[in-house]
Nanobody, 124 residues
Framework: QVQLVESGGGSVQAGGSLTLTCAVSGNPRSRDVCSAWFRQAPGKERELAALVDMSRHPDYADSVKGRFTVYQDSAKMTLYLQMNNLKPEDTAMYYC?????????????????WGQGIQVTVSS
């Protein structure tokens, strides 16, 4: 069974940095899939923050572009999110997710495996 476990969250002041890590365990049928970081702030819907597709091409929400960097290890079994210049509005629960297929990576319903989430809190 495939499991995703996030780590690296915490509390920082505005302008600070954090790196989230998502470790994939089990035996996924394919490694050529979409991998993404979603986030959900209190009272708001879950949103896509960043993703990498099967070719390792990254894509970002406008709100994090230029500040966040998403990347994978060579085996595509660990996903990272480097977050710089953090802002209070980045405060949220962050989830990593992995799809079964390789297409439509921006669609939330394409993601089958989810981590349990990790809290990121940015104070002003």
């Amino acid at each position: 069974q495939v499991q995703l476990v996030e780590s690296g969250g915490g509390s920082v002041q505005a302008g600070g940095s954090l790196t989230l890590t998502c470790a994939v365990s089990g035996n996924p049928r394919s490694r050529d899939v979409c991998s993404a970081w979603f986030r959900q702030a209190p009272g708001k819907e879950r949103e896509l923050a960043a993703l990498v597709d099967m070719s390792r091409h990254p894509d970002y929400a406008d709100s994090v572009k230029g500040r966040f960097t998403v990347y994978q290890d060579s085996a595509k079994m660990t996903l990272y999110l480097q977050m710089n210049n953090l802002k209070p509005e980045d405060t949220a629960m962050y989830y990593c997710a992995r799809s079964l297929g390789a297409d439509a990576c921006k669609r939330t319903d394409r993601y089958f495996y989810w981590g349990q989430g990790i809290q990121v809190t940015v104070s002003s």
